[in-house]
């Protein structure tokens, strides 16, 4: 067929796009939010990481200065307790695993009972770390009381760190509690999909953190005695 001279011709537009290209380029905005969220999200894992990772060279430090003050004060501490906890927050980390891939599989439902079962662990979690501190506040063993002033200053400074590095923790385990919980609201309103699931994989990789610190904290207070 001819044609005719000075006429344009317009190319088809591809399937699922539009001819200005604006469907490709929203593609585009939406996985660069993706990218820039998760890159995000590491980056204040990697603050997380620095904060702990400052109080365990600390720890360090001060048991090496102080290690038999330090195998003294451990002796007193309840390792079931800690065990307990640790198989807890074990748990919740497959609990939350588990619900994100309920929700990329479109089940959710599924997705937001998971999350609620990690919920639930984490708060049994706070309520075992809160019997275990009143059980060592009972016994007169908290900053500044008589009975730890009259200890060793290596024991004052296991207790100190004891006090200050769960004390963090269990401010990050609340801290996952109340994203947790958002994310369940999200789920149920469709704010998050299974095609849009970031906000979930991010509350996700804070938990796995928030585990993985307690599996460290664990063993420098109840194991290395």
């Known amino acids: 067929m ?85 198989v807890i927050l074990l748990t919740s980390s497959l609990t939350v695993a588990m619900s994100i891939t309920a929700l990329q599989k479109g089940n959710k439902r599924l997705s937001i009972t998971l999350l609620g079962f990690t919920i639930f662990f984490a708060v049994w979690f706070l309520i075992n770390k809160y019997f275990e501190w009143s059980h060592e506040i009972h016994k007169g063993i908290y900053p500044k009381s008589p009975e730890l002033t009259s200890r060793s200053p290596g024991e004052i400074l296991f207790f100190g760190l004891y006090y200050v590095m769960t004390g963090i923790h269990g401010l990050h385990v609340i801290i996952g509690i109340v994203i947790l919980s958002f994310m369940v609201v999200f789920i149920a309103k469709d704010k998050v999909t299974s095609s849009s699931y970031t906000k979930l994989e991010n509350s996700g990789l804070y938990w796995h953190l928030v585990d993985i610190i307690w599996i460290f904290l664990f063993p420098l207070f109840y194991l290395l005695r």
């Open 2 to 86: 001819s044609k005719v001279p000075g006429a344009v011709v317009e190319q088809p537009a591809l399937p699922g796009s539009h001819a200005d290209g604006s469907h490709m380029l929203e593609e585009g905005h939406h996985h660069a939010d993706k990218m820039g969220a998760k890159i995000g999200m590491w980056l204040f894992l990697l603050t997380e990481l620095l904060l702990f990772g400052g109080m365990f060279l600390i720890y360090g430090v001060y048991r090496y200065m102080n290690n038999e003050d330090f195998h003294a004060a451990g002796q007193g501490m309840n390792t079931i307790i800690g065990a307990f906890n640790t």
